[in-house]
């Protein structure tokens, strides 16, 4: 009677004094819920803008909502739709479903992102064109990536570098997968993707036929690199690179001017360059400040785990003749799975790696011959 006969300011009253009861009440009775349900669905169509929207506001802070009641809450609330996406303990497939059939893309990323996705939602989700989404969906460590969610993230983090980064911090994904993303990628992560090919059995790559045609010697490639590094000729190391590999100008000058040495270092390794010859090459090639001796210890490692078979395979991923999605199968899995014991090894291990140390040493007695 009082909302037929008692207008919009009294409905728009009773509406929020219900809203208010019914959030206060803690976790109601099915019989208290059912009768709350009948209510708002004849309060919240009567009622003005401002009152649907502060009622759902805080019908939405309630312990327990029924579906019918979540779908009263997404259809008013207006601007606060994130936020109660955001902070509500528990939603039906249904309102999420809901909001998915809607493309509201900033409402789809929160969805992505809570922890308690049923398949039927991830599925939807997965098949949102949206950065927004897949961004969320890469960050989310509840979702487990493996089958076609595997492949939908590998191919999203080669469209996308935000994804790629995503993906390079979370530890129950491959880094190998990573490799198309390569150049977007940060220092660290680079590194990452290296180490993910460590001890590892890959498919023969394309371009091991051309890498085995090269009438050049590794010990001369090293040669000629480390002199033009040493001459600060970088055009002339990119126009080297691209003889050698294949690759576009444009990548070659990428690596020939990436300071961290990664990409070099995956050149280097796959034309055969030991650890004692290819550190003589980084050194030149880099610069590291503070983090020099650590980064060149992590590079001495990579040399003796990292054959020059899977570098090989990586720089045809550079050039997209290879389908990444190969490594997932059991016979090119790591042969050496990580665990914390070898991780806080490796993270523990000197900076003053012998290889490293011989390598330096080298460098000096050529300087003190060219200083005398």
């Known amino acids: 009677m009082l909302i037929e006969t008692g207008g919009v300011d009294r409905t728009n009253t009773l509406l929020i004094a219900a809203c208010d009861a019914y959030a206060r009440r803690g976790k109601p009775t099915v019989p208290e819920m059912e009768q709350f349900e009948t209510l708002a669905a004849r309060l919240f169509p009567t009622a003005g803008p401002q009152a649907r929207a502060k009622g759902a506001a805080i019908l939405g802070r309630a312990e327990v909502l029924s579906p019918a009641l979540e779908q009263l809450v997404v ?54 064109n949206s950065r927004k989404v897949y961004r969320a969906l890469a960050a989310n460590t509840a979702i487990t990536p493996r089958g076609a969610y595997l492949s939908a993230l590998a191919r999203s983090a080669q469209m996308d570098h935000l994804v790629a980064e995503a993906l390079g911090r979370r530890k129950d994904f491959d880094a190998a997968l990573l490799a198309p993303a390569f150049f977007d990628l940060s220092d660290s992560h680079r ?37 033009l590094f040493s001459e600060n000729r970088r055009p002339e190391v990119t126009r080297l690179l691209a003889q050698i590999t294949g690759l576009d100008e444009v990548r070659c000058g990428q690596i020939a001017h990436d300071a961290t040495g990664a990409a070099l270092f995956v050149i280097l390794r796959a034309f055969g360059a030991t650890a004692y010859d290819g550190l003589k090459v980084l050194i030149h090639a880099t610069s590291h400040d503070t983090e020099r001796s650590k980064a060149l210890a992590d590079y001495a490692t990579l040399f003796g785990t990292v054959s020059s078979e899977s570098m090989a395979y990586l720089m045809s991923a550079w050039r997209g003749e290879v389908n990444l999605l190969e490594l997932s199968k059991p016979q090119y899995q790591p042969f050496t799975q990580p665990s914390r014991r070898t991780a806080a090894a490796t993270t523990a291990a000197p900076a003053q790696n012998p290889v490293v140390e011989q390598a330096i040493e080298a460098l000096a007695r050529i300087g003190a011959r060219r200083a005398s």
Do not use: H, W
């Open 75 to 128: 259809d008013n609330i207006g601007e606060d739709l994130i936020p109660f996406l955001e902070t509500a303990a528990e939603l039906s497939d249904q309102t999420m479903l809901d909001i998915i059939a809607r493309y509201d893309v900033p409402a789809c990323a929160t969805l992505a992102a809570r922890a308690n996705l049923s398949n039927v939602v991830l599925a939807k989700l997965f098949q949102m």
């Open 191 to 227: 590194i990452k993707v290296i180490q993910a090919f460590s001890n590892r059995e890959t498919p023969v790559a394309p371009i091991t036929r051309t890498i085995e045609q090269l009438s050049v010697a590794s010990a001369e490639l090293t040669k000629a690199l480390m002199k």
